[in-house]
């Protein structure tokens, strides 16, 4: 099942914890969409992230094919945060050809406004890096750290 993997999902060793078997495919992007933080944490004692529409914008991502197990493994985390806090989408993305497909994503049930702290920062941009994500999408997120 191929799902679009953004935020703290593209960290290496979460992924490892909670995909094992995934195989990452491409980077892709969500239009019109952007990144809030609007879950809370308190394994992170912080915000989440999660995609909502905005038009114009971009969310960077990855495409990456999980197993059935996987995807059994991510729902039980993902629906740890509260249980239920985020739940499946489909969602269509382009990869760097513009090439276009159908995807599942994460998408959390809003709750209020919260701010990252560094750590969710840093684990974030462990994943940027490991993935090669264009320089931009790292500029990104380092202004979502608090000041």
């Known amino acids: ?20 078997e995934h195989r990452f495919l491409h980077l892709a992007t969500l239009a019109d ?3 809030k933080f609007c879950r809370w944490s308190s394994q992170w004692r912080c915000g989440l ?17 999980l197993t059935e197990e996987d ?22 993305v382009a990869d ?3 090439n276009k497909e159908l995807v599942t994503t994460y998408v ?17 941009m462990k994943g940027l890096t490991r993935w090669s994500f ?4 790292i500029q990104q997120w380092e202004a979502y750290r608090v000041r």
Request: no cysteine; aromatic share 12%; net charge negative.
């Open 1 to 20: 099942m191929k799902f679009f993997l953004y935020a703290d999902q593209l960290n290496p060793t979460q992924l490892k914890r909670r995909a094992p």
């Open 33 to 35: 969409h952007t990144i």
């Open 49 to 65: 992230a999660s995609i909502v529409p905005s038009p114009g914008e971009l969310v960077w991502g990855g495409v990456f094919e």
């Open 71 to 92: 995807v059994k493994l991510m729902d039980e985390f993902e629906n740890d945060v509260p249980q239920g806090a985020y739940r499946h989408v489909q969602i269509t």
């Open 96 to 98: 760097q050809e513009g």
């Open 108 to 124: 959390a049930a809003p709750i209020g406004k919260f701010k990252p702290k560094d750590h969710y920062i840093e684990w974030v």
């Open 134 to 137: 264009p320089e931009e999408v």
